[in-house]
Every structure is written in structure tokens, then in C-alpha cells.
């Protein structure tokens, strides 16, 4: 080996040998440290320090990890890096001649020898080299680690990690971050947590459980934490900026916090460290959407009719149709009004289609070209808008001249955007006396509208007790005026509206726009009450208000039309009154009106609400004829001498259809008394027994004989109510058995039996009630109430039976007599089917088979709901009543 070649032999044996050194001291220093950390190690990763309580935790983990930092100080303390000398010392001890220290020697008098020689000593060094090895220091490892534990350690700590797979990390985070929080009870902490999405979404609440990830929840939702801590936590949210909130407590001592989600957010709970985590993604809220499905065009009425649908994934609560001229005053270019559209069914349905009608006529733009669009609103507030469309409101037509000024006046007020103008403050005038000069100054500020509207009104009625007969009209004429003279502000002046709206409708109407005001006020309410799902008393209560207002307005038209020289509407042959071109029975719109009070008793809104707005476009399209009538009535109301609008045989199955009704309520009524006092409880019916306050004048009248036969002076059902149990079942049993004697002498036939009362009635079935009746009077007699119970169930079960029966006579009755009716080119209104005029297609009138039907249901319902003992099945009939 030449020189250079050992020479670069000798430097990586030196740093070979220099490392092996630095690492027996790191071992010398560090052992201490590593056999403590990998023993930490392996018993995390095991899970070791998992299976002790947070408060252990808290209390050793913190102690070891103080116990491995200060043995890692201390071990580099020690750490002492080998010196150059040691690393020299190691190779040369492994030969006598030093080589590696002895290449460094120098001669000291190179004159005093040959040179040959030197160079023959540096070759043998340079050879020696060549021979010498690394050292392995096994003594000094074996007197440091007799058992190889340093080899045993990391193979444990690696193979641990293997079987404890991905939870290892996590198991090792826990092990060096230990809730200390345990130490003040904060590992005890619960969280409870719920979030409550918009009202409007119609979605239930989301209780948050521990470990749930990426909550899903609408835009706007609200969450709600609740613990129970020894201070105030805090709540922190990130989402597009950090925002934290600090718990109040309640007075219960619990702390709450209350958040609204608007983004994607992180939520979490600290206290003593992080106690609860949760992820919301946030579910947008779609704009609504809504268009029209065919234009505004004018309707029946001067109303505007319009086609719509809107959707929402949440709900449309709202609907309106917004205003704007198309010529906008220069004063107010933006201005718009809306005016709400009725919505079909309840608010909040996520798709709906409805046709609109509305009265726009005493819109301030009535007869004004403007652009409608309609807007949709959900319950966030948010607003959808459809395409916008040329249209010219309606606007109601007044032919008296007087009429035409109030009108005029009343819309060149509304129709000012402009406010008033600033007055001065005249203090000087209180003092003075000048208070009403003061007051009609105010004339002077107001916009040029108002100023115009009061010189109309002063001119209309100067000296009007020389030309306005109508006093009334006259004197709400002259307020109008004072009010628009002492008005300060803009909101003042359009005060007068609705008083100058009122005289030209009754100047123009007379009676009538009252009554049809308050027709359409009755309408209107008793139609909103129906959509919203009002009580059954305040649908029962707006139900008497319209029946009130419709024959209200009844008598108004025939009073106006005897006042114009018409003639009350002529009684025709089949009983019907002529109205026009219409002719409306006073049984018929009476069976209308029967038939929209029980769709409303039970629960049939949507159809009640088509009939309620059948009956008021038939009332508002009733005309007179001149010179045709005899009567003096309201339309449809019986002459004197005339017979009933129904034939005979249909009027008498329908009296006793009514009478066996009243039975059946009171045989149920009895039940449940009956039922009552078996159970030892007292009737809820004390004091006013069932049926009571019905009309008594059935037994009197109805419910005699034509030919003064069997039944004369028989009373009502519920006339010996105020007896015994037994009284009163024999009492029912006593008016069964006048029917079924009606019903033997109507067993005739031709001319003979044709007016009989009865008619129709089943001899068999009414035999078969009196018998089930008789038998429960013998066993309340007899004190045994529970066969008592069980004959009138019987009892009750067949006379529903008889009633659905003799329903179904009716109605084919009916069918037949209306179907002659058609034969004379009549519609079941007796109006003509060909020809101007409305022909009442649309008014549609259930059956009374399906009436009865339903009344049997509901009454079975709630006879039942009575009975029941179990809570759960009370519950659920009470659910099934609400639905009626």
C-alpha cells in the first residue's frame, strides 16, 4: 500500500471509529432517558394509560412526563463528545507500534540519520494501518447493557405500534396531552346539545350525540347547550371568523349557550380543555319561486282573475301580487303596493296552485295602466318574484253624479305620493286665540292632491241642501272635507277613504253595498277561519254570521228591487223563485246552506270553502225581472197558499229522515249516560241534557198527520229527558213506534199513500229497534245497566243504519226530481241552461247520504273517545277528532 492510499485508509477508519464512540456515549448519557421513553411508549401504545380513570390520568401522566423531561436534562448534561485523543487511542491500542499517533511523529535532527531509514519507519507505519480494525467496544456495551435491551426495546415499541394500527397515534397523543381538567371534575362534565332548525323548514329538532360528524343542518338553525360545570364555559365557533361565547347560567345553576348557524361551522365546548366537538355543514334556503300560470284578465265582478303556482323547498307562507304604475308619479318613481293573494290549504305547503280573484276596484290605481308581478315569501323572509305584466285594473263603474265626485275625490287624495310641507310654529297663536285658524291653515301645506280633493268636496256640496236629498251622504260629504282641512300629514288626509268609499257605494247601491259589505266580510272571515283551522266553536260562530248576512242581503235585494219598481221574484210551478235569469229555490239555497254547515262541522274544509264561494257568487248574481211576480217575498221564500219547494213523498221522507236523526242523537246520548252511571260516575250532561233547546214544534206541527190520523200531539225526541234512565229509553221507544206506525199507514200506494209522512220508512228495521229499546228499558228497570248498555248499542247501531238508508232515498229522490227538472231546459237551480247569465256550474252540494255519513263518524268518535280508558287509545281518537 503506497502512502496516500493509506493515509485515506487511515481517515475513514478514524471517522468510523469516531462514531462508534459518539454513540457508546450518547448510550452512556441517554440510557437513563431511553429505557424510561420506550417503556412510556410501549405502554401507551398498548392502550395502558387508556384504561385508567381521567383523574388517575390526569394525575400520573403529568408526573411522567415531568419524570422523562428531567431525565432527558440530565442526559444531556452528561452527553460528553468523544475527544480526537480517544478516537486515536482506540485504533492504536490494537497495535504496539502506535500507528496511527506515530504517523504524526516528526524526527528530530533529520540530519543525524539517513532518510532511507524514515521513510522505511512510515511505510511500515502506513502498512500497519491497513491492518488495524474498527473498534467494537463490546466490554464497554456489556458492562452498559449486559441484556441487549437495547435491541429488545425499539423491536416491542415497533411491534405494539404494528398491532395497535391507526389508533396509535391517537393513543399516544392522549398518553403526552392528559385531561387535567379530571382534577376539577371536568372529566364528569355533560354536554347536552340540540339544534332547532327554522320553524318554517318544518324539520324536528337534532339532539347532538358525542362523536357525531358532519351535522347536517339548515341555513339558520339554532343551537342550544346546556351543562352543568363549577364556572362558565366557553363555546367557540369557526367558521368564516372565530367567535367566542362564554355560558350564563340559569336559574336552575346550569350554564347555557345559545349560537345561530349560518355557515359551515366548528363548534366546540372548553373547559379545562376541549369537552365537546361537533361539525355543522349548513343546507341552504332556496329563494321561492313563483309564476303565473295565465295573465290578470277582469273577471266576474270587476275582479281580477289570474292563474298562479310557487314552490320552496321549505314552504311559501306568503303570496302577493305587487303594484307599480307604468307611468310612475315623478315624486315617487319606486313606489309600489302589494296586495295579498289567498293561498289554497294552510301556509308553509312546498308546492301550490291556486286561481286568484281579487277585488282591486278600490285600489288608489284603479283604472291605471300598471305592471303586476307576483312575490313569494318563505318563512326566512326570503322573496321569489315572477315575471312582471302589463295589465289596467278594474275599476268600478258609478253612474250618479254625486257618487262619481265622492269617488274622485276619495282617489285624488290616494293617489298624492307627495307629503306635506313644513308649517312654521306659531306659539303666538294658542295665546292669541287662533287655534281653528291655525288648524284649517294647515290646508295650505298640504300637497296639491289634497288641496285639489277638498275644493272638490267644498264645491260639491255648497248649498247641497238644495240638491243632495241624502242627508247622510251630505253631512259624511262635509266631514270628509273638515277632515282633509285639519289633516297634518299625508296619513291623516287618506283617513277620509274609506268614509268617501262608503257614501259612493251607498249613493250609487244604496242598502245593498252595505249588505253586501258585510256578505263579504262574513265570507272572508269564515273562508280564513277554514284555511287556518280555527276552532270548531269559531267556525260554528262565523258560520251563523254568514248564514245572518246571506239572508241579510236577501231581504236588502228585494227591498231594492221593490224600490225600483221591480216585482219580488215569482213563485213557478215546482216551488222555485225567479231571480233574473236565475231562479234559485228556497229549499235549494237552504240545503246549501245546510250542506256548508256540516262540511264545516265535520272537518271538510277545502270543500266547504268551494261551496262557501258558490253561495256568494249565486247570492251576488240574483236579478229582478220587472212585472212577472205576485209575491212579496225574498227569492225562494213560499208564497202564501203555495206548496214546498219539494214534492210531497220527498218533504215528508225528509221530515222523518229529521226525526229519526233527533232519535238517534238522543239514543246515543242515552248510552252514554247509561254508561256513565254503570261505571259510577255522573253524567256531564246535568243540567242540560242532550238535544235540549232544539226545535220543539216538530211534535205540534211536522208531525201530524195531514189527514189528522196517528201522531196528533206527539212530542219531540228529548221531551221526557228530565226522568229516569228507564223514563227516557221508553220514551225513545215511544217515538219509534210512532214512526213505525207512520210507516204502516204509509204502506199505500197511487194517490192514496203518496202524501203520507213515513214514506219510505223500513217496518222491519224500526220493529227491530223498538224491540232492542224495550228489552234495555226492561234491564234499566231491572238496575242491570250492562245488558242495558249492550240492547241500546244494538239499538244505536241499527237506527244509524235506518238513517244512511233513508239518506240514500233522498238523494235519489232528488236526482229523479231534478232530473225531470232538465227535461224543461232547467239546471238544478231552475235557471235556464242555455242563454246569458250564470249558468251554476261549480256548486257542487254533497249528498245527504254523505252529510249523515260523516255526522255518523264524527258522533262515533266521539262516543267512543268517552268510553275510552286506555290513555293510549284516548290519545289516539283525540288525534282523529282533530282532524274533523
Not at 329538532?205 to 351535522?215: C, E, R, T, W, Y
Not at 302577493?320 to 307604468?326: K, S, T, V
Not at 288608489?364 to 303586476?372: E, H
Request: charged content about 25%.
Amino acid at each position: 500500500m503506497d502512502q496516500g492510499e493509506g493515509l485515506n485508509t487511515l481517515g475513514k477508519k478514524l471517522a468510523a471509529t469516531r462514531r462508534r464512540l459518539t454513540l457508546l456515549a450518547l448510550g452512556r448519557a441517554w440510557w437513563p432517558a431511553f429505557v424510561f421513553i420506550a417503556g412510556f411508549l410501549a405502554i401507551a401504545l398498548a392502550g395502558g394509560f387508556d384504561r385508567l380513570s381521567s383523574f388517575l390520568a390526569a394525575l400520573i401522566l403529568p408526573l411522567l412526563i415531568l419524570t422523562g423531561i428531567g431525565l432527558c436534562w440530565m442526559s444531556w448534561r452528561r452527553y460528553r463528545r468523544p475527544a480526537e485523543a480517544d478516537v486515536v487511542r482506540a485504533l492504536d491500542g490494537q497495535s504496539e507500534l502506535r500507528p496511527v499517533s506515530s504517523l504524526t511523529d516528526r524526527p528530530a535532527d533529520p540530519a543525524a540519520g539517513p532518510a532511507s531509514l524514515w521513510r522505511a519507519h512510515r511505510a511500515r507505519l502506513v502498512a500497519e494501518i491497513g491492518n488495524l480494525r474498527l473498534p467494537r467496544l463490546a466490554a464497554e456495551w456489556a458492562a452498559l447493557d449486559p441484556y441487549r435491551v437495547r435491541y429488545i426495546v425499539p423491536v416491542v415499541v415497533v411491534a405494539l405500534a404494528l398491532v395497535a394500527g391507526p389508533a396509535a397515534p391517537g393513543r399516544i397523543l392522549r398518553a403526552l396531552s392528559p385531561d387535567l381538567g379530571a382534577l376539577a371534575g371536568a372529566d364528569k362534565m355533560v354536554v347536552e346539545a340540540w339544534v332547532t332548525p327554522p320553524e318554517h323548514t318544518g324539520r324536528a329538532p337534532v339532539f347532538l350525540q358525542a362523536g357525531m360528524k358532519d351535522v347536517r343542518v339548515p341555513v339558520g338553525s339554532e343551537i342550544t347547550l346546556r351543562t352543568q360545570a363549577p364556572s362558565a364555559p366557553k363555546l367557540i365557533l369557526r367558521g368564516d371568523k372565530r367567535k367566542t361565547i362564554r355560558f350564563a347560567q340559569t336559574p336552575e345553576g346550569a350554564f347555557e349557550a345559545r349560537a345561530r348557524i349560518e355557515g359551515d361551522t366548528r363548534l366546540t365546548v372548553n373547559w379545562w380543555g376541549e369537552r365537546a366537538r361537533w361539525n355543522f355543514i349548513v343546507l341552504p334556503d332556496e329563494v321561492p319561486l313563483i309564476a303565473f300560470d295565465s295573465p290578470p284578465a277582469p273577471g266576474q265582478r270587476d275582479q281580477v282573475e289570474f292563474k298562479w303556482k310557487a314552490g320552496d323547498d321549505y314552504g311559501v307562507t306568503a303570496v302577493e301580487l305587487a303594484i307599480r304604475l307604468r307611468v310612475p308619479h315623478p315624486a315617487a318613481p319606486e313606489a309600489e303596493d302589494r296586495v295579498p293573494v289567498p293561498m289554497p290549504g294552510a301556509p308553509g305547503a312546498r308546492e301550490l296552485s291556486a286561481t286568484a280573484q281579487l277585488d282591486l276596484t278600490r285600489h288608489r290605481w284603479a283604472g291605471l295602466p300598471v305592471d303586476v308581478r307576483l312575490v313569494a315569501r318563505d318563512g326566512a323572509g326570503q322573496e321569489g318574484f315572477s315575471e312582471s305584466l302589463p295589465f289596467i285594473l278594474p275599476e268600478k263603474l258609478f253612474l250618479d253624479p254625486l257618487a262619481q265626485a265622492a269617488q274622485e275625490a276619495r282617489v285624488t287624495v290616494l293617489r298624492e305620493p307627495r307629503p306635506y310641507a313644513e308649517m312654521p310654529r306659531n306659539d303666538q297663536a294658542l295665546t292669541d286665540g287662533a287655534i281653528n285658524t291655525a288648524a284649517t291653515g294647515r290646508l295650505d301645506a298640504a300637497p296639491e292632491g289634497v288641496r285639489q280633493a277638498a275644493l272638490m268636496l267644498d264645491s260639491v256640496t255648497y248649498r247641497g241642501e238644495m240638491f243632495i236629498n241624502d242627508l247622510g251622504a251630505f253631512m259624511g260629504l262635509r266631514m270628509a272635507l273638515g277632515t282633509l282641512q285639519t289633516a297634518g300629514t299625508k296619513a291623516e288626509a287618506d283617513a277620509v277613504e274609506p268614509l268617501l268609499w262608503a257614501i259612493a257605494l251607498k249613493l250609487e247601491h244604496g242598502s245593498v253595498a252595505d249588505a253586501r259589505a258585510r256578505l263579504e266580510a262574513a265570507r272572508a272571515a269564515l273562508e280564513r277561519a277554514l284555511r287556518e283551522g280555527a276552532p270548531e266553536e269559531e267556525i260554528r260562530r262565523l258560520m251563523e254570521a254568514f248564514r245572518d248576512a246571506a239572508n241579510e242581503y236577501l231581504a236588502a235585494k228585494m227591498a231594492e228591487a221593490m224600490a225600483g219598481g221591480l216585482d219580488a221574484p215569482e213563485q213557478q210551478q215546482d216551488g222555485q223563485a225567479q231571480a233574473g235569469g236565475d231562479s234559485l229555490g228556497g229549499q235549494d239555497f237552504e240545503d246549501m246552506l245546510n250542506a256548508l254547515q256540516d262540511l264545516t262541522e265535520t272537518g271538510a274544509a277545502e270543500q266547504a270553502r268551494q261551496l262557501l264561494s258558490d253561495i256568494t257568487n249565486l247570492l251576488e248574481n240574483l236579478e229582478f225581472q220587472r212585472g212577472q211576480g205576485q209575491g212579496d217575498g225574498m227569492p225562494g221564500e213560499q208564497a202564501d197558499g203555495e206548496d214546498s219547494d219539494l214534492p210531497p213523498e220527498e218533504q215528508e221522507l225528509t221530515d222523518a229522515m229529521r226525526r229519526l236523526s233527533e232519535i238517534l242523537r238522543e239514543q246515543r246520548q242515552l248510552n252514554d249516560d247509561t254508561l256513565a252511571q254503570q261505571r259510577g260516575e255522573q253524567s256531564g250532561q246535568s243540567g242540560q241534557q242532550p238535544g235540549e233547546g232544539t226545535d220543539q214544534g216538530e211534535g205540534t206541527g211536522e208531525g201530524q198527520e195531514q189527514d189528522g190520523g196517528p201522531g196528533q200531539g206527539t212530542g219531540t225526541p228529548g221531551a221526557g229527558r228530565g226522568g229516569s234512565l228507564a223514563e227516557r229509553q221508553a220514551e225513545l221507544g215511544r217515538l219509534v213506534e210512532e214512526l213505525a206506525r207512520r210507516g204502516g199507514n204509509s204502506g199505500q200506494t197511487g194517490e192514496e199513500g203518496a202524501g203520507q209522512p213515513g214514506a219510505g220508512l223500513d217496518e222491519d228495521a224500526l220493529r227491530a229497534i223498538l224491540e232492542a229499546q224495550r228489552r234495555a228499558e226492561r234491564a234499566l228497570q231491572g238496575g242491570n245497566e250492562g245488558r242495558a248498555v249492550m240492547d241500546q248499542e244494538r239499538a244505536t247501531q241499527m237506527l244509524s243504519e235506518l238513517s244512511r238508508e233513508m239518506a240514500e232515498q233522498i238523494d235519489q229522490m232528488r236526482a229523479n226530481r231534478l232530473g225531470e227538472q232538465g227535461k224543461n231546459s232547467n239546471d238544478p237551480l231552475g235557471r235556464p241552461l242555455t242563454g246569458a247569465g250564470n249558468d251554476g256550474q261549480g256548486v257542487e252540494i254533497p249528498s245527504e247520504s254523505e252529510r249523515q255519513r260523516a255526522k255518523d263518524i264524527l258522533d262515533e268518535l266521539r262516543r267512543r273517545y268517552g268510553e275510552a280508558e286506555d290513555e293510549e287509545e284516548r290519545e289516539y281518537l283525540r288525534r282523529l277528532l282533530e282532524r274533523f
